[in-house]
């Protein structure tokens, strides 16, 4: 490469620098077909900001090309106008700093408006003033950070309202993703075509380290998921916990010392594909009655054997007390199975008989009360926490990981001192 490059002339050079389709990964290029919405979700540093700005520019270059630059109107449309001028106009990866010199279009602060040579203009609007968008009409749209605007339904509308010249307008959304109806309804509308990328898609263009430090300190937290992952990380209205509550429970330490660990496991009634993943959760008790959630080692679709070596497997690993075991689907065989893995492993069988909504509140009282810590992430146990309402989860599924940390909890902080073997819950 570096031979090449030394034979190019400086124009070649200049030329290649700004040919975009040679730099940009693929989840920066607009997708193919007939959209009218192309919505970006990405983490922090993802590349969304240089994405917008090269959609722009190709769009403006090729109306020059057709001898229609003068026709072609766009609006910019951030969070407030500070953030459109610093980031989608004067910032490192916005408008500005796309363009070589002899393409780049001017900016007036006075008029919150770029003119292109070609004659194309791009007028800046903030979501905290909505009606500033009455009355002024676009072929193309660039929405920054649409999932943090003030004014997001209002600021919405009135875009679309605007969105009529040209054969077919078009617009495009660049946004770390938060769980707002907005974002959920573009998703699911068909004029959308939807591009994902995770911080790591642009790691190359990131500093040094920054990756594995912030990896490090917030993995599979909600603010994780979100702000580079670029995952949408909701709640469901009614769900027996909230998000909020689930990270005021977490915590980066294990206490040193636990009085009791157990290890809960709910058993799927099959073992084919189609079948429920087998829960498998553990958690400890400190000696001032806090309980700590360990671990979420559930496993999906396993035959009985894989998932009973995974129960005590755990429990060898966390030096637990005993493996708490539901026994509806299974009865007698549940034990039979563990004991097949490991004779020495003793077993508390539960059966539960009341509804799994009636199980799980004394479990979320405990949780109200400040009883329960999460000892880092478990992103798929707190997905089913979130999701979890009087009727089950929304898709359908049954709620395994949440039954294996009722049973655990349940053993630990609110199990009769004197119990039988097999208890009922």
């Known amino acids: 490469m570096p031979d090449f490059l030394a034979r190019l002339t400086a124009a070649e ?17 607009p997708p193919q077909g007939d959209w009218r919405v192309w919505l970006l979700l990405g983490g922090r540093g993802a590349g969304k900001t240089r994405a917008g700005a090269e959609w722009l520019r190709a769009a403006v270059n090729a109306a020059a090309r057709q001898g229609r630059g003068g026709e072609l109107r766009i609006a910019l ?55 500033a968008l009455r009355g002024p009409q676009f072929e193309m749209a660039w929405c920054d950070e649409l999932a943090k605007w003030r004014h997001v339904q209002e600021t919405w509308d009135m875009l679309q309202f605007g969105l009529r010249l040209g054969t077919h307008p078009r617009q495009l959304v660049t946004t770390t993703p938060r769980p707002i109806p907005l974002l959920k309804r573009l998703i699911g509308d068909e004029g959308t075509v939807v591009t994902r990328a995770a911080t790591e898609a642009n790691a190359a263009h990131l500093a040094k380290g920054f990756i594995t430090a912030i990896r490090t300190r917030y993995r599979g937290t909600r603010l994780a998921r979100q702000e580079l992952d670029g995952e949408i ?20 330490r294990r206490p040193e010392e636990l009085t009791r660990i157990v290890v809960a496991v709910d058993p799927p009634a099959g073992s084919s594909r189609r079948s429920d993943a087998c829960g498998i959760v553990a958690a400890g008790i400190d000696a001032a009655g806090i309980v700590h959630v ?106 395994d990981r949440l039954d294996a940390l009722v049973y655990a909890l349940h053993e630990l902080a609110l199990k009769p001192l004197a119990s039988p073997r097999l208890r009922s819950l």
Request: charged share 25%.
């Open 294 to 399: 360990l671990a979420d080692a559930s496993v999906r679709a396993a035959k009985p054997a894989r998932w009973a070596r995974a129960a005590v497997e755990l429990w060898r690993t966390l030096g637990a007390d005993c493996l708490v075991a539901e026994v509806n689907q299974g009865g007698e065989m549940v034990g039979a199975v563990i004991n097949g893995v490991d004779p020495g492993v003793p077993v508390a069988e539960v059966r539960a008989r009341r509804g799994k909504w009636l199980r799980a509140e004394p479990v979320a009282m405990l949780y109200e009360q400040g009883r329960v810590r999460h000892v880092g992430a478990f992103p798929e146990l707190e997905d089913e926490m979130a999701e979890f309402t009087p009727d089950g989860l929304s898709a359908g599924h049954s709620p």
């Open 13 to 29: 050079l200049r030329f290649l620098r700004h040919d975009w389709p040679i730099w940009a990964h693929e989840h920066q290029l």
């Open 77 to 131: 449309v951030g969070e407030t106008q500070m953030d459109a001028r610093e980031v989608m106009v004067e910032g490192i990866s916005g408008l500005l700093g796309v363009h070589p010199a002899s393409e780049r279009p001017q900016w007036l602060p006075s008029r919150r408006r770029l003119e292109w040579p070609c004659g194309a203009v791009a007028q800046v609007f903030s979501s905290e003033d909505p009606d």
């Open 233 to 252: 990380v909701g709640e469901r209205e009614g769900a027996m916990w909230s998000r909020d509550a689930l990270e005021r429970c977490r915590t980066d």
